[in-house]
């Protein structure tokens, strides 16, 4: 539909190419944590193996175009390169509702943007951002990957075997130091992944 695209050509970033996130090399592991109940994820860092989930973060990035901000802030977007692991069982992550979100606040008119962003915050409990120590809003949604069509569509859970972008959308002060954003998954208890940026790690167009 018409909002994914708009959506997708919003966020539009110097990250990873869809190529790439096809390949099978790319989560095939710089390190990996296992099932341990904490795990810190730094710009680069591949865990291949968290729980089921494959991760990377990929890159972090100002929006091509910046929609209506608070004075003295703007909006980040981080890619998180994903893979469901599992053979059975579908992952529930980032924005829920997503396709209501969108028909409520489509976007464009670029005006629509802000309370598109407010909109999928309130419905991404499962990750949570603070931003040099203070709480930053975020949203989160997946953009699922299909290696036959080399197309992505948006959706509310990432399949068995599948592989996505989780997109993250956070709105930070402009004169930011540092970044954390946890990652505590609604199908598991008591764990979490918290992915670690600086200032310094933003790709500038």
């Known amino acids: 539909m018409s909002t994914v695209i708009s959506r997708r050509s919003f966020l539009k970033c110097t990250g990873v190419s869809a190529a790439a996130l ?8 710089c390190q990996s944590n296992g099932d341990d109940t904490v795990v810190e ?3 680069g860092d ?9 991760v990377q973060l990929t890159s972090v990035f100002h929006l091509t175009q910046d929609p209506v901000q608070p004075a ?7 890619r998180v390169t994903t893979v469901n692991r599992s ?16 028909e409520a606040y489509p976007v464009p008119p ?3 943007v802000d309370a598109n962003f407010q909109a999928m915050a309130a419905a991404t409990p499962d990750f949570t951002a603070v931003c040099d120590g203070q709480p930053a809003a975020c949203c989160a949604n997946i953009s699922l990957y299909n290696a036959n069509s080399q ?7 990432l399949p068995p075997q599948g592989s ?19 990652y505590v998954p609604t199908f598991l208890e008591g764990k979490s992944l918290t992915f670690v940026m600086n200032a310094s790690d933003v790709i500038r167009s």
Do not use: C, H
């Open 22 to 29: 096809g390949a099978a090399s790319l989560l095939g592991g």
């Open 41 to 43: 994820v730094k710009v």
């Open 46 to 54: 591949t865990v291949r193996s968290w729980n089921g989930l494959g």
């Open 72 to 78: 003295g802030y703007e909006y980040l977007g981080v």
């Open 87 to 102: 053979k059975t069982e579908s992952y529930a992550i980032g924005a829920q509702g997503i396709d209501a979100i969108n």
């Open 110 to 112: 670029l005006e629509n």
């Open 151 to 157: 197309s992505f569509s948006d959706t509310e859970s």
């Open 164 to 182: 996505a972008y989780i997109v993250l959308m956070i709105m930070v002060p402009k004169d930011w130091k540092q970044l954390k954003v946890t």
